[in-house]
């Protein structure tokens, strides 16, 4: 519909004013918040992700589209929490133990929640008995890690064992990322996914997700 074409454009100009009132009139038409969210909300963030993806837009446009979906969304949390619509999926991230880095981790966490997942961001420093405590205690489907200094990523084998030593290494997936992580390192340390980027960060999330 016209008008959910008008919130993702709304969305990929950041305009923080102009979302939430889009998402509101979406809602006094009659559009159910579900609809509103995926195919208004959710679809302008994706489109701001891919063109982030190949340098259309840049980080400052992801910022400003993040706030703006950020107001639209207060508009909608709450009918959405009255008619029970549920979350992609709650995702763990952090940067790892012994590192300050959280540039990578941050614009992680807006994508994720611009695709529709529920990010509990732990911060940095994190450490691996505070990954898997948060894991069980938020029932999450993902734990995300970041890390780039090469000497803090052993952490991200000891977030790894401390999932499975909580019994959680089936059910919780893991996902690792920054500068200096490679593919073959996701592998050697039994994570799940490795991500290069913000980007292919939400779609093997999503892929995570949609394997449990």
């Known amino acids: 519909m016209e008008i959910l074409?008008?919130?993702?454009?709304a969305l990929l100009a950041g305009d923080d004013e102009r979302v939430p009132e889009l998402t509101g009139q979406a809602l006094q038409q009659g559009l159910t918040p579900a609809k509103i969210l995926n195919e208004g909300l959710i679809a302008g963030m994706e489109?701001?992700?891919?063109?982030?993806?190949?340098?259309?837009?840049?980080?400052?446009d992801v910022l400003?589209?993040?706030?703006?979906m950020t107001a639209g969304l207060e508009v909608l949390r709450p009918v959405l929490i009255r008619d029970g619509v549920p979350s992609r999926g709650k995702v763990v991230l952090g940067t790892v133990q012994g590192d300050l880095h959280d540039i990578g981790k941050n614009l992680v966490g807006i994508?994720?929640?611009?695709?529709?997942f529920e990010v509990i961001d732990?911060?940095?420093?994190?450490?691996?008995?505070?990954?898997?405590?948060?894991?069980?205690?938020e029932g999450a489907a993902v734990v995300g890690m970041s890390a780039l200094l090469t000497t803090t990523m052993p952490a991200m084998q000891r977030t790894v064992e401390?999932?499975?030593?909580?019994?959680?290494?089936?059910?919780?997936k893991t996902i690792v990322g920054?500068?200096?992580v490679t593919e073959e390192?996701?592998?050697?340390?039994?994570a799940d996914a490795h991500a290069f980027d913000g980007t292919s960060a939400v779609e093997r999330v999503t892929a995570l997700v949609q394997r449990a």
Not at 162 to 172: Q, T, W
């Open 47 to 60: 489109e701001v992700g891919r063109q982030f993806k190949c340098h259309d837009v840049f980080l400052p």
């Open 162 to 172: 401390a999932l499975r030593a909580r019994g959680l290494g089936g059910r919780v």
């Open 178 to 180: 920054g500068a200096p």
């Open 122 to 137: 732990l911060g940095h420093d994190v450490a691996p008995e505070a990954f898997a405590e948060a894991a069980a205690r």
């Open 5 to 9: 074409k008008q919130i993702s454009e």
């Open 185 to 190: 390192f996701a592998r050697s340390i039994g």
């Open 64 to 68: 400003l589209a993040a706030r703006a």
């Open 111 to 116: 994508l994720l929640r611009g695709a529709g």
